[in-house]
Each structure stands twice: as structure tokens, then as C-alpha cells.
């Protein structure tokens, strides 16, 4: 799972591509957004399951809310690297998008959770 393969940032374990070295704003901020980023994708594995939605709704509904703030810190830590890739203007308007579509759907799926419809 990527989820927790992107932990390595926060840990410093293994080597960390020239690319993402080369961000000027790498310093801080990667470990913010793997630390985030990494938490959302793998609670999403929980939020999207029926049967913990089902079994244990208190586990599904405090899930629920770590994965918007993981979502939240991800999208907009994203934005912030994004204006920091030197790798071209493509790239980095495609980090900058995906984060602010991230920080969209994440907006509307807890607008759909507050409102219980599916």
C-alpha cells in the first residue's frame, strides 16, 4: 500500500528521489504531507469498507473524521509542494490540481457524511 510505503519520509528510511530533494519547500513540508497524506489513504481502506460501516458505525464515524483531517493537511500540504517542484510546469500543476480536487471530494464526501446520504 502506498499509504505506508510513503511513511518512510517521516522516518527517514531509505533513499529520497533527487526530484522531491530538489523542492524548495521539501524541508518541512514533506514530512507534513506523507505524514497526512499517508494516514487518509490507509483509513480510506476502513471508511470505504460496508462492514465496519455496518458493525462498528462509532469506529467507522471517529475513522471518518482522522481521514478528512488527513485529507484536509494532504490537499493543502500538496499545494504548497506544488509551487516548489522543479520539475516543470506539468508536474506541477498536476500535484496542485490533484491536491485541490482532493481537498474537493474530501469536502463533499463530509457534506454527504453530515447530511447521512450516500
Same mark, same amino acid.
Given at each position: 500500500?502506498?499509504?505506508?510505503?510513503?511513511?518512510?519520509?517521516?522516518?527517514?528510511?531509505?533513499?529520497?528521489?533527487?526530484?522531491?530533494?530538489?523542492?524548495?519547500?521539501?524541508?518541512?513540508?514533506?514530512?507534513?504531507?506523507?505524514?497526512?497524506? &499517508?494516514?487518509? !489513504?490507509?483509513? +480510506?481502506? #476502513?471508511?470505504? =469498507? $460496508?462492514?465496519?460501516?455496518?458493525?462498528?458505525?462509532? /469506529? %467507522?464515524?471517529?475513522?471518518?473524521?482522522?481521514?478528512?483531517?488527513?485529507?484536509?493537511?494532504?490537499?493543502?500540504?500538496?499545494?504548497?509542494? &506544488?509551487?516548489? !517542484?522543479?520539475? +516543470?510546469? #506539468?508536474?506541477? =500543476? $498536476?500535484?496542485?490540481?490533484?491536491?485541490?480536487?482532493? /481537498? %474537493?471530494?474530501?469536502?463533499?464526501?463530509?457534506?454527504?457524511?453530515?447530511?447521512?446520504?450516500?
Amino acid at each position: 500500500c502506498i499509504g505506508l510505503v510513503s511513511f518512510r519520509y517521516i522516518a527517514k528510511v531509505g533513499p529520497v528521489p533527487p526530484n522531491v530533494l530538489a523542492n524548495r519547500f521539501v524541508d518541512h513540508w514533506i514530512v507534513v504531507h506523507a505524514a497526512a497524506a &499517508s494516514t487518509a !489513504l490507509i483509513l +480510506g481502506i #476502513v471508511q470505504l =469498507s $460496508g462492514i465496519v460501516r455496518r458493525r462498528w458505525p462509532g /469506529l %467507522h464515524r471517529a475513522s471518518g473524521w482522522l481521514y478528512v483531517a488527513g485529507c484536509s493537511v494532504g490537499g493543502a500540504s500538496a499545494l504548497i509542494l &506544488s509551487a516548489g !517542484l522543479s520539475t +516543470g510546469p #506539468v508536474a506541477a =500543476s $498536476g500535484f496542485g490540481v490533484l491536491g485541490v480536487l482532493w /481537498l %474537493h471530494a474530501t469536502l463533499q464526501g463530509l457534506r454527504f457524511a453530515r447530511a447521512r446520504d450516500s
